[in-house]
């Protein structure tokens, strides 16, 4: 069983960046895929980015690729999104979410956070 506590987000104007943490409390973290997802009000939860367990792989979502960088420190137990260049479009409440490995978990995850809320501002 994996608990997933996302932190790190806010209100910003859009062009400025923000960073979210997901940190994890399962001593199998090193096992799992990580990675972030995204609902909009009114809109289906989104796969924004992935990361597999040893950090060799990585998968985004075109609408953020060139300005989120998903990363991982296992010895922290704790994923990162690093999110710049923000535009109203990204408002959402972000989720963090992991699986056994990177293919299921942009599909299925095993386990979510509770989620972030992020506003970008014009």
């Known amino acids: 069983q994996a608990q997933l506590v996302e932190s790190g987000g806010g209100l910003v104007q859009a062009g400025n960046s923000l960073r979210l943490s997901c940190a994890a409390s399962?001593?199998?973290?090193?096992?799992?895929?990580m990675g972030w997802f995204r609902q909009a009000p009114g809109k289906e939860r989104d796969f924004v980015a992935a990361?597999?367990?040893?950090?060799?792989?990585?998968s985004y979502a075109d609408s953020v690729k060139g300005r989120f960088t998903i990363s991982r420190d296992n010895a922290k137990t704790t994923v990162y999104l690093q999110m710049n260049s923000l535009k109203p479009e990204d408002t959402a409440v972000y989720y963090c979410?992991?699986?056994?490995?990177?293919?299921?978990?942009?599909?299925?995850?095993?386990?979510w956070g509770q989620g972030t809320q992020v506003t970008v501002s014009s």
């Open positions: 979410a992991a699986a056994s490995d990177i293919v299921v978990l942009r599909t299925s995850p095993d386990y």
């Open positions: 399962t001593r199998a973290f090193s096992y799992y895929a």
């Open positions: 990361i597999s367990s040893r950090s060799t792989s990585t």
